[in-house]
């Protein structure tokens, strides 16, 4: 057989396997709640709306990311709905002043830091960054810095190790990044491998290109059966545990995120247990949540 007649046959049975999944009755199953970690709140009436009602019917609640020039109304959104929002401050990192905005951010209620970006050609290990770090550890605020591609083109300061070396400096900051490092899925692995302090979603491109091979995931997140073994990590923990669900879309998307990420977990046998962690048990842990819904978190 030559090469031009495996690739015809290569390509017949992906077309195959496409057709086989046609009608196939989508996996919407979910625990009890959720919580997506990485949502973009907009200060509108119809999108305050929206949120309250399907994150109501869905017994879900959001790490709510808001910009800064909404932090008042933002933060009103929360109290009003404490069942539903989790308030994240997306402060300017490389603001002169955001030392005071981190610090006004906490006095004001907010949990958390992000999305946070550094397009400025700085990596987020640069000592430009140290006070942010700090600051953040020193208030138990949870970042949730952005990874990989940015949609102006200028993300190489925002590769996964560079968010490692953070994490390692900062045992006690807890980092809940987006993106899992779209492209760089191996670095984000081997970064969160080694960092018990540091979580990805996996939102926005990536479930959409690999939905006809969402297998691809578990050549990156491999380690689980070789835990306590040589060179694997003694801080290493079950590898599916390091992602988190997230939609990173408007809250009428929160379905079809469900349906995306339920076919990489069942594509990799991932089991119930990480599942629920995934979903929004470890995101509750880290904010300290019993409850979510009326749902105990453990």
Not at 46 to 75: H, N, P, Y
Not at 100 to 127: P, Q, V
Not at 239 to 245: C, G, K, S, V
Not at 263 to 277: F, K, Q, S, W
Request: hydrophobic residues 40%; contains cysteine; glycine residues 8%.
């Amino acid at each position: 057989m030559n090469y031009k007649s495996v690739i015809m046959l290569v390509s017949a049975f992906a077309v195959w396997l496409m057709a086989c999944s046609v009608g196939k009755k989508p996996n919407m199953s979910r625990p009890d709640f959720i919580i997506d970690s990485h949502i973009h709140y907009r200060a509108t009436d119809d999108w305050e709306k929206s949120f309250v009602e399907v994150f109501t019917t869905q017994k879900a609640m959001g790490c709510v990311l808001v910009k800064m020039d909404d932090l008042e109304r933002g933060i009103q959104f929360a109290r009003s709905h404490p069942d539903l929002v989790i308030p994240y401050a997306q402060i300017d990192i490389d603001s002169p002043t955001v030392t005071n905005d981190i610090r006004e951010a906490k006095r004001m209620g907010y949990k958390g830091l992000g999305e946070l970006f550094a397009t400025e050609g700085w990596d987020y290990d640069d000592t430009k960054y140290d006070s942010v770090w700090i600051l953040a550890e020193q208030f138990a605020m949870p970042v949730a810095p952005h990874t990989g591609i940015h949609a102006y083109g200028n993300f190489a300061g925002m590769r996964p190790a560079f968010i490692a070396s953070v994490a390692e400096q900062h045992r006690k900051l807890i980092i809940h990044a987006a993106h899992f490092g779209n492209p760089w899925y191996a670095e984000a692995a081997e970064a969160a491998r080694l960092n018990p302090n540091l979580y990805f979603d996996i939102s926005g491109s990536s479930l959409i290109k690999k939905e006809h091979d969402p297998g691809f995931w578990g050549q990156y997140l491999w380690w689980t059966p070789h835990l306590g073994k040589p060179h694997v990590g003694a801080a290493a923990g079950p590898a599916w545990e390091n992602i988190l669900f997230a939609t990173d879309e408007g809250p009428d998307a929160f379905e079809e995120n469900i349906r995306r990420f339920n076919i990489m977990l069942d594509a990799n046998h991932v089991p119930e247990e990480n599942r629920m962690n995934m979903y929004g048990r470890t995101i509750a842990r880290i904010h300290g949540l019993k409850t979510v819904h009326g749902f105990p978190v453990d």
